[in-house]
């Protein structure tokens, strides 16, 4: 089940894009200027930096991630980029988090199998959110691949939905997505 340990495989950043384009996921998800959107795992921006761009000077990206290096490698990669609407937190999901009933989007992405307690992760989340807010979790399938974390470190789509089942929550499953990848939207009922 969960593992709590730092993206320990690397990724090829164009095999990455090809699979996980930071613009066409957040564009799936319905990202749109003016929104606030919390990266829930951010690591070092890889979906930060892109919907800081989308949601502009109206919107604000929170980006949540308990590595202190990769928010650091974040910071920097935002201000190369004139970019001053992240707001970075060095917290795990689990830990009690500063925002609530802000976000319009939560975004966990290849995150939610390295949380310690991804169900208390999930009840964090949706206390981010406002009001007719979703949570979209993306990971890894849990199939045999060269790429992503072992198998063994995974959440399958079953386990994700098992988890917001215990918490009341209401998932959808984006239909063929990727072969490497799920996308499941999550809201409170």
């Known amino acids: 089940m969960p593992n709590n340990q730092s993206h320990k495989f690397h990724y090829n950043i164009k095999d990455r894009i090809k699979s996980q384009d930071p613009n066409q996921i957040l564009s799936l998800i319905g990202l749109e200027n003016g929104m606030c959107f919390v990266d829930l795992g951010a690591n070092d921006g890889y979906f930060s930096i892109p919907a800081a761009k989308i949601v502009g000077v109206e919107g604000l990206v929170y980006a949540i991630d308990p590595d202190a290096e990769a928010l650091k490698r974040l910071t920097k990669r935002g201000s190369k980029n004139h970019i001053d609407n992240i707001k970075a937190f060095e917290l795990s999901a689990e830990d009690l988090l500063p925002i609530s009933s802000c976000a319009d989007i ?11 307690d991804p169900l208390a992760g999930l009840m964090n989340a949706v206390k981010m959110l406002k009001p007719h807010g979703s949570i979209f ?13 072992p198998i063994d470190a995974r959440l399958s789509e079953a386990d994700v939905i098992r988890l917001c ?25």
Do not use: M, Q
């Open 137 to 149: 979790n993306l990971d890894w399938k849990k199939t045999i691949s060269n790429e992503g974390p």
């Open 165 to 189: 089942n215990k918490l009341g929550l209401k998932t959808r499953i984006c239909d063929n997505f990727s072969n490497s990848h799920y996308l499941i939207k999550i809201w409170p009922t």
């Open 106 to 116: 939560v975004f966990i992405g290849n995150a939610l199998h390295h949380f310690t």
